[in-house]
């Protein structure tokens, strides 16, 4: 399948929005609307398949598993985190070539400790600086198609570092390799600002719903200096609201009519989802064997 070119895009300054795509459904319904990147975030792929915080719980397999079934049913170039690695030098070696295999064209990998957690949560810590340099050296060699598959460093160091250091490691691992830096929790326009003036590589803006950072547009991030955004819990938060308004509907009054409920249409659905490939399918080998369609 033929995706679009996420080195591509940022080498021709044209704008990355990606929106996190946190199940199957999401992932065709970006299809549908016409994203042409789409992000597939940890917090949001553990919470979806697991039910379970993004506190380093989840392993390397499961999520291989997961970002693998998102590349199967995507049109869209995916952006995947890969937390820390999900280990030491080997296990960044391995976590690269597997996300590559699977699909995946940027890779992000952060500073935290292990095990790690939301960076918009509390209690985030961070390794030395160095031991994150040879991360990315090892993420950036493990690459068998650099010219397609980007490594992103995200540092989460702010909490416990501030904003002068935090974009001292960016420059750090953009001096390793990495090929768009991201300064996770952002707590102003002004500290986005400075982040983007001080470091020379492309720069990745999380707009993550309910978190530290200002909710910008598109092009206003554009203008600040950022080369793309991921909007990782916009998708995940609307279906999870629209869920429990439906549910509680449900409890109410009994039923699943009510004007106050909006239901995407069934046709619609198996559209997207694929029952026409299905139909096609059956219609022509039924032809075949010279038995009547359906239809």
Request: with cysteine; aromatic share 8%.
């Amino acid at each position: 399948m033929t995706t679009a070119s996420l080195r591509s895009a940022i080498e021709k300054k044209r704008f990355v929005t990606a929106p996190g795509v946190h199940d199957m459904i999401a992932a065709k319904l970006a299809d549908l609307v016409g994203f042409d990147f789409v992000y597939a975030s940890g917090f949001w792929q553990v919470a979806s398949a697991y039910g379970l915080p993004d506190v380093g719980i989840a392993t390397y397999t499961e999520m291989l598993a997961r970002i693998s079934l998102l590349a199967k049913n995507s049109k869209a170039a995916i952006i995947a985190d890969a937390d820390t690695g999900y280990g030491g030098l080997l296990n960044v070696h391995h976590t690269v070539q597997g996300y590559e295999a699977a699909g995946v064209r940027g890779i992000q990998i952060e500073d935290q400790t292990f095990p790690k957690k939301c960076g918009h949560t509390p209690n985030v810590r961070v390794v030395p600086c160095d031991e994150m340099v040879e991360k990315i050296q090892v993420a950036c060699a493990a690459r068998t198609d650099p010219a397609e598959t980007l490594i992103i460093a995200r540092t989460d160091a702010i909490q416990t570092e501030g904003l002068s250091k935090a974009i001292g490691r960016a420059q750090a691992y953009a001096d390793a390799g990495a090929d768009i830096l991201f300064v996770e929790a952002l707590e102003s326009e002004e500290d986005m600002r400075t982040a983007c003036s001080e470091i020379a590589k492309p720069m990745l803006a999380n707009m993550a719903d309910g978190g530290r950072t200002p909710i910008l547009p598109a092009a206003q991030l554009e203008e600040i200096g950022f080369s793309a955004a991921i909007f990782p819990a916009m998708v995940a938060l609307a279906a999870s609201a629209a869920m429990k308004q439906a549910l509680t509907t449900l409890k109410s009054t009994g039923t699943s009519q009510s004007d106050s409920l909006e239901l995407l249409d069934f046709n619609e659905f198996q559209q997207f989802i694929g029952f026409p490939d299905v139909w096609a399918l059956e219609e022509k080998w039924a032809a075949v064997h010279g038995e009547p369609s359906d239809g």
